[in-house]
């Protein structure tokens, strides 16, 4: 928020120096910037679905949304009417978010230093100890359930279809394949596979590449923008898949090499 102290002409002929009138300009935030008020329950959900992945911890997490963002030195704060509250940012962007009453009472906003149209946010729910290159599933589920209560999915088109009005809530997102909540991988993807016991699953193209269904008008209003190739579904609402299968990924980069040419002249 923004004060300004003015202090008209004549007012300073007639008034003392001593006493200026006074007029306060309060600036509109950006209705893209996320709500401190929901990401707090975002965290407080967590609490309560913990037994979905009960050693893991929450973050939340800054990504980028358009190829020009500077991803470097961002820095992040809590601002109400009267208070900012600096949030440290690691070397990631991943973040905690401290709980602050006075923050919570005038109803803060959460702000980068950056257009909040570049960036995408996520809450992020890791298990410690998986194998290299893989999430769990009961984490995603969580991840979604707090993404969904935070605020923090930031499709912005009312033609853009990712979440139907139909499905607002955590539950209804995060318990239905209707949801389409997209989660993002570090690299490029070229495979997503399921492993619960001796059952696996390789997910089929249209939950890998957010369903490659966007055209390019579409997509800048899609939090996936930047990162199309990162994007995949997980089968969250399907409970036939216990919390703790595997979800494994295989990167573009170590995809297998093509079959060499064939001989000229064959067929």
């Known amino acids: 928020m923004m004060a300004l ?15 200026p009138q006074t007029v306060t300009v309060t600036s509109t935030r950006d209705p893209v910037d996320k709500s ?14 913990h037994a979905l992945a009960p050693q893991a911890t929450l973050r939340f997490r800054l990504l980028p ?13 809590v601002v109400g009417d009267r208070i900012t509250v600096p949030v440290p940012v690691a070397e990631d962007n991943g973040f905690t978010l401290p709980r602050n009453e006075q923050a919570l009472r005038e109803d803060a906003a959460v702000i980068a230093n950056r257009k ?3 960036m995408t946010w996520r809450a992020q729910v890791v298990t410690p100890g998986l194998p290299p290159d893989t999430r769990r599933l009961g984490d995603l589920r969580l991840e979604c359930l707090v993404g969904v209560e935070a605020g923090l999915v930031s499709n912005s088109s009312p033609l853009f279809g990712w979440i139907s009005k139909a499905l607002n809530s955590p539950e209804q997102v995060c318990n239905s394949p209707d949801g389409n909540f997209l989660f993002f ?20 193209f249209r939950m890998l590449y957010a369903g490659g269904e ?4 579409e997509l800048q209003y899609c939090d996936c923008q930047v990162m199309l190739d990162r994007t995949y579904y997980a ?22 090499a093509p079959a060499s040419a064939p001989a000229e002249g064959t067929p």
């Open 65 to 77: 949304r358009l190829p020009t963002v500077n991803m470097r030195g961002i820095t992040l704060k």
């Open 5 to 19: 102290a003015v202090l008209p002409v004549h007012a300073q002929e007639t008034q003392p120096a001593s006493k």
């Open 214 to 217: 966007q055209t390019r008008d």
């Open 235 to 256: 089968p969250i609402w399907d409970r036939s898949w216990p919390d703790d299968t595997l979800v494994s990924f295989a990167y573009m980069e170590d995809a297998p």
């Open 116 to 118: 909040t149209t570049s």
């Open 185 to 204: 991988t570090e690299r490029p993807l070229f495979s997503v596979t399921l492993r619960a016991g001796e059952r696996t699953e390789i997910l089929p």
């Open 36 to 49: 401190y008020r929901k990401m707090i329950r975002g965290m407080e959900r967590f609490e309560r679905e």
